[in-house]
């Protein structure tokens, strides 16, 4: 059925479903340089070029995707496609957004774990880890420069900081506390609709949307921790699900989270590796959240080979995503009656201000790691310090990263050639230097 119909904008529907399928694919294939470019090129295809949206309905869509945990750009094409064709349409515009990239990168995963070791490949790593630090920090002045417009969004972002980076408090707590802050405070000058905006679906219906989604996303995990006999597929499945559930605010907040857990609670992968599948995911089209697929592969061919791996990839990838489709079909009913919601707004204000903390934890414990061989925790009382020994630093990452800097903050060049000129000069300088 299309859902166009129910909007009042038949003139605005695509002429079939084949013909939102090309635009979805087009998208998908298209979609590099992280979820800014995602949503501006969703933007200029759907509401400029084709109509399909108005400006208010991709609006209320973005904001409400932002509230929620997970890759804010697929679900945003994921809430497109329902606007158009229902969750026919959901399905296949998610889907078209993530597998081209999910394809590129879990070739890239497996190319990388049988010659990752080899020096020519750690030598052109040398250079994109350099280029990533600087992608990050860049993706911390973009977000603090929407994030942070009144004094009580700079102390939530200071207070984020403190707990994540010193005290090692839980990634989810930060997060709620910063949503109930942002809720009770509410969010001053929100639009006021002309008239009142009721929801399109009742609670039994959007109940049984849940139950159906969460069944989907649980069993097949379940099945395939108690039936595979490898522990590590359980391990994977459950740890990528619980992800999907607190990571707000983008794929930066996701490493954040992912990256101290992978290296240090787990012991899956090293942080140069996690910085390598980082470098990968910026060059693949689709969500930077694909850097999961990669952690997901490597964990489990560590443990098992090739098969193993694979098999790691793809629950990593249905732990990752299917969430995704259940916020959005059971949440899509209710978006035009959210984006009037003044204290709904606050809360997305307040987990956006603590993502900004987050992320500059995330910057400076991937530059300690990558500029430093030797970086250990040392704790006092309740307080953790990561302290470098300065005599294992590199200096061919400080040039590439200061390099890098200059290319992307000042010049405004684009990621992907950044990180190919990057990942040249650091082969140069460990054959050369």
């Given at each position: 059925?299309?859902?166009?119909?129910n909007t009042g904008h038949e003139d605005r529907?695509?002429?079939?479903?084949?013909?939102?399928?090309?635009?979805?694919?087009?998208?998908?294939?298209?979609?590099?340089?992280?979820?800014?470019?995602?949503?501006?090129?969703?933007?200029?295809?759907?509401?400029?070029?084709?109509?399909?949206?108005?400006?208010?309905?991709?609006?209320?869509?973005?904001?409400?995707?932002?509230?929620?945990?997970?890759?804010?750009?697929?679900?945003?094409?994921?809430?497109?496609?329902?606007?158009?064709?229902?969750?026919?349409?959901?399905?296949?515009?998610?889907?078209?957004?993530?597998?081209?990239?999910?394809?590129?990168?879990?070739?890239?995963?497996?190319?990388?774990?049988?010659?990752?070791?080899?020096?020519?490949?750690?030598?052109?790593?040398?250079?994109i880890k350099a280029a990533v630090l600087v992608?990050?920090?860049?993706?911390?002045?973009?977000?603090?420069?929407?994030?942070?417009?009144?004094?009580?969004?700079?102390?939530?972002?200071?207070?984020?900081?403190?707990?994540?980076?010193?005290?090692?408090?839980?990634?989810?707590?930060?997060?709620?506390?910063?949503?109930?802050?942002?809720?009770?405070?509410?969010?001053?000058?929100?639009?006021?609709?002309?008239?009142?905006?009721?929801?399109?679906?009742?609670?039994?219906?959007?109940?049984?949307?849940?139950?159906?989604?969460?069944?989907?996303?649980?069993?097949?995990?379940?099945?395939?921790?108690?039936?595979?006999?490898?522990?590590?597929?359980?391990?994977?499945?459950?740890?990528?699900?619980?992800?999907?559930?607190?990571?707000?605010?983008?794929?930066?907040?996701?490493?954040?989270?992912?990256?101290?857990?992978?290296?240090?609670?787990?012991?899956?992968?090293?942080?140069?590796?996690?910085?390598?599948?980082?470098?990968?995911?910026?060059?693949?089209?689709?969500?930077?959240?694909?850097?999961?697929?990669?952690?997901?592969?490597?964990?489990?061919?560590?443990?098992?080979?090739?098969?193993?791996?694979?098999?790691?990839?793809?629950?990593?990838?249905?732990?990752?995503?299917?969430?995704?489709?259940?916020?959005?079909?059971?949440?899509?009913?209710?978006?035009?009656?959210?984006?009037?919601?003044?204290?709904?707004?606050?809360?997305?204000?307040?987990?956006?201000?603590?993502?900004?903390?987050?992320?500059?934890?995330?910057?400076?414990?991937?530059?300690?790691?990558?500029?430093?061989?030797?970086?250990?925790?040392?704790?006092?009382?309740?307080?953790?310090?990561?302290?470098?020994?300065?005599?294992?630093?590199?200096?061919?990452?400080?040039?590439?990263?200061?390099?890098?800097?200059?290319?992307?903050?000042?010049?405004?060049?684009?990621?992907?050639?950044?990180?190919?000129?990057?990942?040249?000069?650091?082969?140069?300088?460990?054959?050369?230097?």
């Amino acid at each position: 059925m299309n859902m166009a119909s129910n909007t009042g904008h038949e003139d605005r529907a695509p002429q079939s479903l084949a013909d939102a399928t090309r635009a979805f694919a087009k998208i998908g294939i298209l979609s590099f340089g992280g979820p800014a470019a995602q949503i501006a090129l969703m933007h200029r295809t759907l509401v400029e070029e084709k109509a399909w949206l108005t400006e208010r309905q991709y609006l209320n869509a973005l904001s409400f995707c932002m509230l929620l945990p997970g890759p804010e750009a697929m679900q945003l094409a994921t809430y497109a496609g329902w606007r158009l064709y229902g969750v026919v349409g959901g399905l296949i515009a998610g889907l078209l957004f993530v597998l081209p990239g999910a394809a590129i990168m879990l070739a890239l995963a497996i190319i990388y774990a049988y010659l990752g070791d080899v020096p020519l490949v750690s030598a052109l790593f040398l250079g994109i880890k350099a280029a990533v630090l600087v992608i990050v920090i860049e993706a911390l002045l973009r977000v603090a420069k929407k994030a942070l417009h009144q004094p009580g969004h700079w102390v939530i972002a200071a207070l984020a900081f403190i707990g994540i980076f010193f005290l090692n408090l839980p990634f989810p707590l930060l997060i709620l506390l910063a949503a109930l802050y942002g809720f009770f405070a509410g969010r001053h000058g929100a639009e006021v609709p002309d008239g009142p905006v009721a929801a399109r679906a009742t609670l039994t219906k959007t109940l049984s949307t849940v139950i159906i989604w969460l069944a989907i996303w649980w069993l097949p995990i379940l099945l395939i921790g108690a039936l595979s006999g490898e522990p590590i597929l359980a391990e994977i499945g459950h740890f990528f699900s619980k992800l999907a559930v607190v990571t707000f605010g983008g794929a930066y907040a996701v490493l954040a989270y992912m990256a101290q857990d992978v290296v240090n609670q787990y012991g899956w992968l090293s942080a140069g590796a996690m910085m390598d599948g980082l470098g990968l995911a910026e060059t693949t089209p689709g969500p930077l959240i694909l850097v999961t697929e990669f952690v997901g592969f490597l964990s489990a061919f560590g443990e098992g080979g090739l098969e193993l791996g694979l098999i790691g990839a793809l629950v990593t990838l249905w732990a990752t995503f299917a969430p995704c489709f259940l916020w959005i079909f059971a949440g899509a009913p209710y978006i035009d009656w959210i984006g009037t919601q003044p204290r709904l707004q606050g809360a997305l204000s307040g987990i956006t201000a603590a993502v900004v903390g987050v992320i500059l934890n995330l910057s400076i414990w991937f530059a300690l790691h990558v500029a430093f061989a030797v970086v250990e925790p040392k704790r006092y009382g309740p307080v953790i310090l990561w302290q470098p020994e300065l005599v294992t630093v590199d200096w061919r990452v400080i040039v590439l990263a200061v390099l890098s800097g200059v290319l992307l903050l000042r010049l405004h060049w684009g990621i992907v050639r950044v990180l190919t000129i990057s990942a040249l000069l650091g082969l140069v300088l460990t054959y050369v230097a």
